[in-house]
């Protein structure tokens, strides 16, 4: 299984990115992707329309993750063990959600999502 960051999920609707090619080959192999709802906030953010969220939505066999108390707890860890930076509380989420899931996080935005690798996270 494999947690999707938002520009996965953006860019899954841009024919050509490598994001969407990254996806294309997944799911081929059988590979269950699936989004934290706090990336899933993120992307209903848009603009996005109600196909694309549809097609989306369509793409992750894994559903959407919701938000729960183990992975508040997980996030506020990484958050206060990286510096407490206010840029990354969403950040943490998200890697907190693919930590706590067992999985692989999916991201192109590596820069803010390394400093969480040493407590854990695994960057696909």
């Known amino acids: 299984m494999i947690c ?13 990115t490598h994001e969407a090619a990254a996806m294309a080959r997944w799911l081929q192999r059988g590979e269950n992707l699936f989004a934290p ?8 953010c848009g603009p996005v329309t109600p196909d694309e969220i549809r097609l ?7 559903g959407l993750i919701p938000f729960e108390d183990a992975h508040a707890a997980a996030a506020a860890k990484l958050f206060n063990a990286t510096g407490r930076i206010r840029r990354l509380r969403l950040d943490a989420m998200i890697a ?3 930590m706590v899931a067992g999985c692989r996080l999916a991201t192109s ?14 960057l696909v």
């Open 56 to 62: 989306v939505r369509s793409l992750l066999k894994g």
């Open 96 to 98: 907190a959600s693919a």
């Open 109 to 122: 935005n590596i820069a803010d999502f390394k400093v969480f690798v040493p407590f854990g996270l695994t």
């Open 4 to 16: 999707l960051d938002t520009n996965y999920l953006v860019c899954s609707l841009v024919p050509g």
């Open 37 to 44: 709802s706090v990336a899933w906030y993120e992307f209903l």
